[in-house]
């Protein structure tokens, strides 16, 4: 079985000490391969820096709402620039989040806004963020979509089935994460996955975010790694009434298409 982390933040601090073990026990755990999510300049170059290192790592370049404060006119031009680099395989992550309001939600706006632009004018796929935003984040993508030609995905999607049914109806992709295993938290999601059709999957830890509900015994340390995406894995295909060796097949082609992954680059 092969699976693909379309979402790991492999440049976190919490991941420091030990990267080299996370990324082997991926390996060793059916991930065949990690994009590296930037949420920030510095984040977005460390995030390079690791995907370098191997033929099964690749990354995005994007500043995250929460820090959206720091966007300005020269944030542009080094995403641009790391958009040149064939281990660069999306713009993002980029977004809307007013659950917490990080940064003003001006400064997200305008982050946001510069980003897609960046996606329409580079034809990367986009890797976007939301929550609690729906209507306004889905309604500025709808006025980008026409010009986005590498399409969208909606990463750690966490809404409902309306919320999908619209994303889905506007061409995105959907990235699924361990809160599919959150049987509370989770429930609106739960009902939003099996009507996710096979060719718009993707899935991903958000690792050291959204340790899975699932692991049993529990694990003592708090931190998500790469290596349990395949307790995603199972949660969506239990959802879905698919085999997992199904769901781990055709988001990992998902994956290799969307983001036209080859070793070495794009
Ligand atoms: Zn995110």
């Known amino acids: 079985m092969e699976l693909i982390d379309i979402g790991v933040n492999l440049g976190s601090q919490q991941f420091k000490k030990d990267l080299d073990d996370v990324m082997a026990r991926a390996r060793a755990a059916d991930v065949a391969g990690m994009v590296i999510t930037g949420t920030s300049l510095a984040g977005s170059l460390r995030a390079l820096e690791i995907a370098r290192g191997a033929d099964d790592l690749w990354c995005t370049a994007g500043v995250h709402p929460h820090d959206a404060k720091t966007w300005s006119d020269s944030s542009a031009i080094t995403i641009r620039k790391l958009c040149a680099d064939s281990k660069v395989v999306a713009v993002g992550e980029c977004g809307l989040d007013f659950n917490r309001n990080f940064s003003e939600p001006e400064a997200q706006r305008a982050a946001y806004s510069a980003q897609l632009g960046i996606a329409a004018e580079t034809s990367l796929p986009v890797f976007l963020h939301q929550r609690d935003a729906h209507d306004e984040f889905f309604s500025t993508l709808k ?98 009434g698919q085999a997992i060796e199904e769901v781990a097949a055709l988001s990992t082609a998902n994956a290799r298409h969307f983001f036209a992954l080859t070793a070495g680059g794009r």
């Open 143 to 240: 006025d980008a979509w026409p010009d986005l030609g590498g399409g969208a995905v909606v990463h750690c999607f966490t809404d409902g089935p309306a919320e999908a049914e619209a994303y889905l109806e506007l061409g995105c992709y959907l990235g699924i994460t361990g809160w599919v295993t959150d049987a509370r938290r989770g429930d609106a999601l739960r009902r939003a996955v099996p009507l996710i059709p096979d060719e718009r999957l993707l899935l991903e830890t958000d690792a050291p975010y959204l340790m899975p509900q699932s692991i049993r015994p529990r694990p003592k340390s708090r931190r998500n790694e790469p290596m349990h995406m395949i307790e995603v894995a199972r949660a969506v295909a239990e959802l879905r």
